[in-house]
């Protein structure tokens, strides 16, 4: 009887595991990308924040930085997450 229960109980971490999987990997599918060519189309409208996503050490020591954007700390996303509008677009870039 043991020995089932540990068996239902793996069975269903397993599959509680693969939902989680399946359902993060679809939501980072969902995510636009653009080319840095539509980036540059689009710099200096109001309606565009650029959120530099670098870990701390490669954004300090990197000399190439988008000009007007905003370094916010991917490890607390969320904090910063609510802070911007929601009619904005946001662009995150962390190369």
């Known amino acids: 009887m043991k020995l ?3 068996r ?21 599918a969902n995510v636009d990308r653009m080319t840095k060519e539509e ?3 689009i710099m200096g409208e ?3 924040l650029i959120l530099d996503v670098r870990a701390g050490r490669d954004w300090s020591s990197s000399e ?3 000009k007007g954007s905003e370094r916010v700390s ?3 996303f ?8 929601k009619d904005k677009t946001l662009v995150l870039y962390c190369a």
């Not at 969320?78 to 509008?85: E, H, M, Q, T």
């Open 4 to 6: 089932l229960r540990k």
């Open 8 to 28: 239902t109980f793996l069975t269903l971490f397993i599959l509680a595991a693969v939902f989680t999987l399946l359902a993060s990997t679809s939501a980072v």
């Open 39 to 41: 980036l540059k189309q």
């Open 46 to 48: 109001e309606t565009v």
């Open 64 to 66: 190439l930085k988008i």
């Open 74 to 76: 991917p490890q607390d």
């Open 78 to 85: 969320k904090s910063w997450s609510n802070r911007y509008p």
